[in-house]
């Protein structure tokens, strides 16, 4: 059975330009027809202006806003990432005021003007898309603080029968019952606290018989990204987590069940 429209969602591309053009290569020989990006454009990595030519004006890539992406696209003066700790709030400054720096105002108007969720119907399944949640742009979905009842009510509310988020950095998926599904996508732009260098995506087929989700992993030349890193002078914390595969930052937020798993 062949499929009739394959669809490749994937989140925080954070400047990792290197990596958003090895997946847009390696979904494009998957057989994806359409690329959606839930948001986060910049942070973390090198060289904003470099990820704009894989997404700007390109008839199959569909790029949604988040947080990111209206704090940069409206000058503010924070990323708002929803970030409570100090130290967190320091790193994710230091991140932050890099990218504005280094966005021409040409792709942070483009960035202002960005749609902040998308609605389908594939495969006879409504289907919404947005950055943290239905609820608030910048809002965790995590899967240990995540319950059943919650997902059915947040499907439920917003009318959809698959949720597709990113935001946390961590990609996870939950099926209920009913065959309702919230799916965090994880991000492109660095690796999801797990000691692997790959980051994550979605590959979503339509078929004859309906929609199947499937979580896929990337590997891309990430000692390439962590020289650019160290060569724009990047703090050292963001490289690390770049050639280790773990958080050193923005560790705060995570629930005691992520945290654990990391070694900081």
């Known amino acids: 059975m062949s499929n009739l429209k394959t669809h490749c969602i994937f989140g925080g591309i954070y400047n990792n330009y290197i990596s958003l053009e090895a997946l847009l290569e390696k979904a494009s020989k998957e057989g994806a027809d ?6 986060d454009i910049g942070g973390f990595g090198p060289h904003p202006d470099r990820v704009f030519p894989f997404i700007k004006d390109k008839e199959d890539v569909f790029v949604m806003q988040g947080n990111y992406d209206h704090s940069i696209g409206n000058r503010l003066d924070d990323c708002a990432c929803g970030y409570v700790d100090p130290k967190d709030q320091a790193f994710a400054q230091i991140s932050y005021d890099y990218t504005l720096q280094n966005t021409s105002d040409v792709n942070k108007d483009w960035l202002r003007d960005l749609p902040t969720n998308y609605r389908f119907n594939w495969g ?6 947005a950055h943290g949640s239905p609820r608030r742009t910048n809002e965790f979905l995590w899967e240990s603080t ?6 059915s009510y947040l499907l439920t509310k917003n009318e959809c029968d698959i949720l ?16 309702r599904m919230l799916v965090n996508v994880g991000v492109i732009g660095r690796p999801p606290n797990d000691g692997s260098f790959d980051v994550d995506y979605i590959l979503v087929h339509e078929d004859e ?18 020289k650019e890193m160290e060569d724009e ?24 069940k992520e945290r654990d798993i990391g070694p900081f």
């Not at 002078?233 to 005691?256: A, K, Y």
């Open 124 to 129: 006879g399944k409504n289907i919404l898309m």
């Open 209 to 226: 018989k309906g929609l199947s989700v499937e979580a896929k992993r990337l590997s891309y030349d990430y000692e390439r990204l962590a």
């Open 164 to 179: 597709f988020v990113t935001h946390t950095g961590i990609p996870w998926i939950r099926r209920l019952d009913d065959g």
């Open 34 to 39: 359409t690329f959606f990006c839930l948001g």
């Open 233 to 256: 002078n990047l703090p050292d914390e963001f490289v690390e987590t770049v050639r280790t595969g773990w958080w050193t930052t923005c560790l705060e937020v995570l629930p005691s």
């Open 146 to 151: 995540c319950s059943d009842t919650f997902i």
